[in-house]
């Protein structure tokens, strides 16, 4: 992240990773990991595993999955609180919920 990513980066990254050449390798398999850490049911097989081994040593995936783990736990937090960024105005829909304007009282 340190270099950046160009909106082509980004816009790769939010499609059909299968399709997706521009993109290297392990930030395919980093954005596998992702998906699979923020589904209902997050299971990490021995094939699935054996795919990140050849980008990544064991430190590097407990790592990416403890930094996964942290920003999908504190976007479910905010979501749950509803939690808008101090820039935001009042009556602002939230990003997740375009259609239910929830805040909480002081």
Do not use: C, K
Not at 38 to 54: C, G, N, S
Not at 61 to 86: K, M, N, T, Y
């Amino acid at each position: 992240m340190r270099n950046g990513l160009t909106e082509a980066d980004v816009q790769a990254a939010l499609g059909d990773l299968d399709g997706a050449p521009a993109l290297p390798p392990a930030t395919v398999a980093a954005l596998r990991l992702a998906d699979r850490l923020t589904a209902a049911d997050p299971t990490v097989d021995a094939a699935f595993y054996t795919e990140l081994r050849r980008h990544f040593d064991d430190g590097q995936i407990l790592a990416l999955g403890a930094a996964l783990s942290v920003a999908s736990g504190w976007q479910r937090f905010i979501e749950a609180f509803g939690i808008r960024p101090d820039g935001w105005t009042d009556g602002s829909p939230v990003p997740w919920r375009a259609t239910e304007n929830r805040t909480l009282s002081p």
